[in-house]
């Protein structure tokens, strides 16, 4: 327990909401915890930020903190009213990377948390929205030397800054039987290849990759990273009769009908007479619903690979971006396969780091240039499944491609040549 506490009469109103309360948290720390130290700067923590909310300020400035060896990974914080409030002055917090797919053994866990109660303030994040564990906390000094323990043992610091950013991958196939694509792997595949530019900030913005097993997204990766690969099959749905004629027993034949026939976006499921589930393959864009609301008799196919999408953000300066697909399907399952995605990766990023402006992600690079201009620097053949705003527009129109194309390629030398006059 501290030894004065702080007033915070309107930290405390904050823990009568219907949540559980941040602030709850942070006494738990000021008044349970065995370690003196912890007590202090949560007690601190707790006074500087009643005093924020007294006087409508905040009171965190940024700073320069590192490790030895590294650009990025920890956003420093200094206090303004650290005489007030000394035990906080300096809280730092660390990104450091999950495992991928977040799977982690309670060993893991425990020894992560012993070695942050014995440098930093005991409060972390699992995870943030960056996908990092963010350790809040620490000193100047202790930063060092907790990076040096856990990274003893196997952690290392994800990114922050103009640089490639901490992946996510989803849970996978180890617990979902949608899975199509080997999601942990492909998601150290590409992190591993680009350490370097993780914990060494120098591209225009920042780079996220996003891996998700199938369709369904489960990592929002399509609208949240500038690099999406989404698992997905190419040959037929399959379809499990015995478990469609249970679900209709159990639900009853008008609640398939309303609840997922009708809801097909393409309409490409029908239910015969005889109760036999029918999928026009062709049709089906692999919206998942119907996987989804019947799971034991819908599986993906046996074809299964990837769909590449680019350029997927977050608000910034021209509004929320969706990815686009620019490979519609590849196989990833071979070591080539696998060195094939990086390359393309490398591809995309040094075309972005030469062309992008700064401050500005590929996405927004793309709107910039059109997407025919990235598409030729990278080194990608132009395919009709290459869909710009996915799930409102399945295709595009192909009369009159190629005179498009003429125009654009004349439009192009003409420009050269006016550039060498
Ligand atoms: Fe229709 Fe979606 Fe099912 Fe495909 S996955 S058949 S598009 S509901």
Redesign the pocket.
Known sequence: MAKDTHPTPMLDDLETGPWPSFISGIKRLRDKHPDKRINEMANSLLGQLEHSYETRKGYWKGGTVSVYGYGGGIIPRFSEVGKAFPESKEFHTLRVQPPAGNFYTTAMLRQLGDSWEKYGSGLVTFHGQTGNIMFIGASTENTQHFFDEINEYGWDLGGAGPCVRTAMSCVGAARCEMSCAHEHSIHRHLVNNFTDDVHRPALPYKFKFKVSGC?NDCQNSIERSDFAVIGTWRDD?KVNQDEIKYYIKKKGRQYLLDN?IA???????SLTDKDEFV???H?????????NVMPRA?HPGDDKGVTILIGGKRTLKIGDLMGTVVVPFMKLETEEDFERIVGMAEEIIDFWAENGLEHERTGEMIERIGLVNFLEGIGIDVDPHMVNYPRQSSYIRMDGWDEEAEKWFERKREQKLAASA
């Open positions: 369709p749905m997922v809801r097909c976006p393409t309409q490409a499921i999928v026009d393959n049709n089906c864009v692999r919206c998942m619903h119907c996987l819908l």
